[in-house]
């Protein structure tokens, strides 16, 4: 009896913690995506919508009603003003866009795009009650294009978006968007994923965004940085971009896998800023032969371990009466890196996905051709600054 009581206890606290946990926005080691809900067992969300007539939808619309009324308290509206340059003198051109965001805690934390809120100086964040609040940028990342703003709202307007997994996505998978295309508040889109693994061009010559989602709801310039969510209303990833010509929705849209988000926003919280791996390579240039490397850190990981790098030359020359100092760019002595770890490297994004892989302190063979010969060079990697 006493063994029976003790089972059943166990029972009720780890019920407890499982329900505790699906309303953390932290998400679970082991949750991953489960099977689409079937019909049956969708029932009207905690909300104004009685159970009549929620029993009178067809099983899809019990599933988007549901989707909508779980989440649509969690996405904000997000308004920027900056500075985009200068018309006259002393006269500043003022830039105004728009996005979307998912608040992640109570504390008032918000996930959006970096690019939503990159050089703004002002943001200001509005709830689904139609409260606005000033906004401060807690951390950004370009490289994932993923940005945490931080309110000072009230914890009951706070309602924080639930976490999935992009582990397990399937090309088919039914995805709702819920965001403010053209301003137009927490507007529900639905569609399917169409496509895994994408890869999309960097912003302003940054790297290339890695594993993207591809997916073919309507998404529409404001919505850039809402949650993307599967059917049981979690968050699988975040919008980012569209592919077309006129700058609204032409069925091709992307979205930032929530794996990426994951890893990124605890470090953007506590840090500010993501600390990867650094070589100490700042530009290199694709060459027939391998990847040449033209500027290295001054003083950095791979100047210290012998890597070569474009040599300036000074020359003096003489022009009537005056001295002039020429600078030459001598390409010749500059290594080609063609490997990193026995991994063949072609472009600077193949250089760069071959260090984030490791971790500061970590040491990697680069293999660069030198004076025509194969080398194989030592390099310990160090944290970015």
């Known amino acids: 009896m006493k063994r029976a009581v003790l089972l059943c206890m166990l029972?009720?606290?780890?019920?407890?913690?499982?329900?505790?946990?699906?309303?953390?926005?932290?998400?679970?080691?082991?949750?991953?995506?489960?099977?689409?809900?079937?019909?049956?067992?969708?029932?009207?969300?905690?909300?104004?919508?009685?159970?009549?007539?929620?029993?009178?939808?067809?099983?899809?619309e019990r599933v988007?009603?549901?989707?909508?009324?779980?989440?649509?308290?969690?996405?904000?509206?997000?308004?920027?003003?900056g500075v985009s340059g200068t018309l006259i003198p002393l006269?500043?051109?003022?830039?105004?866009?728009?996005?979307?965001g998912a608040v992640l805690d109570r504390l008032g934390h918000v996930v959006t795009n970096f690019?939503?809120?990159?050089?703004?100086?002002?943001?200001?964040?509005?709830?689904?009650?139609?409260?606005?609040?000033?906004?401060?940028?807690i951390g950004g990342d370009p490289q994932t294009d993923v940005a945490v703003l931080k309110i000072d709202a009230p914890v009951e307007s706070l309602y924080?978006?639930?976490?999935?997994?992009?582990?397990?996505?399937?090309?088919?998978q039914r995805v709702f968007a819920i965001g403010n295309p053209f301003g137009l508040e927490r507007t529900l889109a639905t569609g399917i994923i169409s496509s895994l693994n994408r890869s999309l061009p960097?912003?302003?010559?940054?790297?290339?965004?890695?594993?993207?989602?591809?997916l073919d709801a309507a998404i529409n310039p404001g919505n850039s940085g809402g949650p993307l969510l599967d059917t049981h209303a979690l968050l699988i990833g975040m919008n980012t971009a569209i592919a077309s010509k006129t700058g609204e929705s032409a069925g091709v849209a992307f979205a930032i896998p929530v794996n990426t988000i994951a890893r990124v926003v605890p470090q953007l919280i506590q840090n500010g800023r993501v600390r990867r791996p650094e070589a100490g390579i700042l530009k290199t240039y694709p060459t027939d032969h391998g990847l040449m490397i033209a500027v290295l850190t001054p003083r950095g990981p791979a100047e210290r371990a012998g890597l070569q790098g474009w040599r300036i030359k000074k020359e003096k020359k003489q022009q009537g009466p005056f001295?002039?100092?020429?600078?030459?760019v001598d390409r010749s002595a500059a290594d080609l890196i063609v490997a990193v770890d026995g991994r063949p490297i072609k472009t600077f994004d193949d250089l760069a996905d071959a260090i984030d892989v490791k971790q500061p302190g970590d040491v990697v063979a680069v293999t660069v051709i030198r004076n025509g010969q194969q080398v194989q060079v030592p390099l310990r990697l160090e944290a970015s600054e």
């Open 11 to 60: 029972s009720a606290l780890l019920g407890g913690l499982a329900a505790f946990g699906r309303h953390n926005w932290w998400p679970s080691t082991t949750q991953s995506v489960a099977q689409e809900p079937t019909p049956s067992a969708v029932q009207a969300p905690t909300s104004n919508i009685p159970q009549p007539l929620f029993d009178s939808l067809t099983p899809e």
């Open 64 to 81: 988007n009603v549901m989707v909508y009324q779980q989440v649509n308290r969690s996405v904000v509206n997000i308004n920027t003003r």
């Open 91 to 100: 006269i500043d051109v003022v830039s105004e866009g728009e996005g979307s």
């Open 115 to 137: 690019h939503v809120v990159e050089g703004a100086k002002e943001i200001h964040v509005t709830l689904f009650d139609g409260k606005s609040y000033d906004a401060r940028l």
């Open 160 to 172: 924080p978006v639930t976490f999935g997994s992009s582990s397990n996505l399937m090309v088919g």
């Open 202 to 214: 960097g912003r302003r010559g940054r790297r290339s965004l890695k594993s993207i989602i591809q």
């Open 323 to 328: 001295t002039v100092e020429y600078q030459t």
